[in-house]
């Protein structure tokens, strides 16, 4: 099997999909996205992790990765590998005792354990073919250092922003402390905003 390396590039949430979240991979090595929709609990699991935010307990995710650590195995791949009827099927590839095992799981939750293990991301060529796009436009595929520096007079409006920002950082742990996800999930949200209108 023919297999692409991707990696993270956005999580957005996504009105239209009644609540779900847009997750966009992009190819390491080339132009191509794959956007795959993703319900809130992953897209909120994928989240805190990516943004270093530990909660006080262990959530699934977490849970399942101290699984397969205590028990001596590792992740070591991750494999986005059918498209059927519109849905993405993916399996976490574990090495335990030099063993090698496939274990079948939704893209959302093996994305969800890859950023905690660092296992890398692949997806079939047959499935890029299928479903993933190049964007049309150059400013769809800028990263933030693409952009060019901030001119002297946007500065006293960036120190507001950045204010929020920090504001909106202290009430997200405050969340995340008391386990109120959907709050944090929103907080984020809106810091990401801010962060995106920065640049």
Same mark, same amino acid.
């Given at each position: ?22 997750? !966009?991979?992009?190819?390491?090595? /080339?132009?191509?996205?794959?956007? @795959? #929709?993703?319900?809130?609990? &992953?897209?909120?699991?994928? $989240? ?18 101290? !699984?397969?650590?205590?028990?001596? /195995?590792?992740?070591?791949?991750? @494999? #986005?590998?059918?498209?059927? &009827?519109?849905?993405?099927? $993916? ?109």
């Amino acid at each position: 099997m023919d297999k692409v390396q991707v990696e993270i590039l956005g999580l957005s949430s996504n009105p239209s999909a009644g609540g779900a979240y847009a997750l !966009l991979l992009k190819e390491t090595f /080339g132009n191509r996205r794959l956007p @795959i #929709i993703i319900g809130a609990f &992953e897209a909120q699991a994928i $989240a805190l992790e990516l943004e270093g935010i530990k909660p006080p307990r262990p959530l699934s995710h977490d849970l399942m990765k101290n !699984l397969v650590d205590n028990l001596g /195995g590792t992740v070591s791949q991750i @494999i #986005i590998d059918e498209l059927k &009827e519109n849905t993405f099927y $993916a399996k976490i590839i574990l090495e335990v005792s030099s063993l090698t095992n496939e274990v079948d799981a939704r893209p959302s939750d093996a994305i969800a354990i890859s950023v905690r293990t660092g296992a890398p991301i692949y997806v079939n060529e047959d499935v890029m073919k299928s479903a993933a796009f190049v964007p049309s436009s150059e400013s769809e595929g800028l990263e933030p250092e693409d952009f060019s520096p901030e001119e002297e007079s946007d500065k006293p409006s960036k120190s507001r922003s950045e204010t929020k920002s920090a504001s909106l950082h202290d009430q997200l742990r405050e969340a995340i402390e008391k386990e109120d996800y959907e709050r944090a999930a929103k907080l984020r949200d809106e810091i990401k905003n801010i962060s995106r209108n920065n640049n």
